[in-house]
């Protein structure tokens, strides 16, 4: 069982920045791809980032430039995310993609004033 454990939400104003973390606890053999995803409220959910076992990111367009996606070799994750917008506020979820499946987190808040 993997359980995927999200932090380092909440409220900033534009401009602002917040790192978000993801940490997975339990049996983890191989991680093959680690990534963050975000819906804001009546939107679908949308991919922001993500990172191979290689080291290979993406990054989706609304967010290039100011978000950057690092990781760990220990199940970790993290989201800097710079020259933070209105547009930005959203739940972000941490997603894992393993051999035994894809795990995701339970969200985490993130919300920018203007």
């Known amino acids: 069982q993997v359980q995927l454990v999200e932090s380092g939400g909440g409220l900033v104003q534009a401009g602002g920045s917040l790192r978000l973390s993801c940490s997975a606890f339990g049996s983890i053999f191989s991680i093959n791809q680690m990534g963050w995803y975000r819906q804001a409220p009546g939107k679908q959910r949308e991919r922001v980032a993500d990172?191979?076992?290689?080291?290979?990111r993406y990054y989706g367009d609304s967010v290039k430039g100011r978000f950057t996606i690092s990781r760990d070799g220990k199940g970790t994750v993290w989201l800097q995310m710079n020259s933070l917008k209105p547009e930005d506020t959203a739940v972000y979820y941490c997603r894992f993609s393993l051999v035994a499946g894809n795990y995701w987190g339970q969200g985490i808040q993130v919300t920018v004033s203007s």
């Open positions: 990172i191979t076992s290689g080291g290979g």
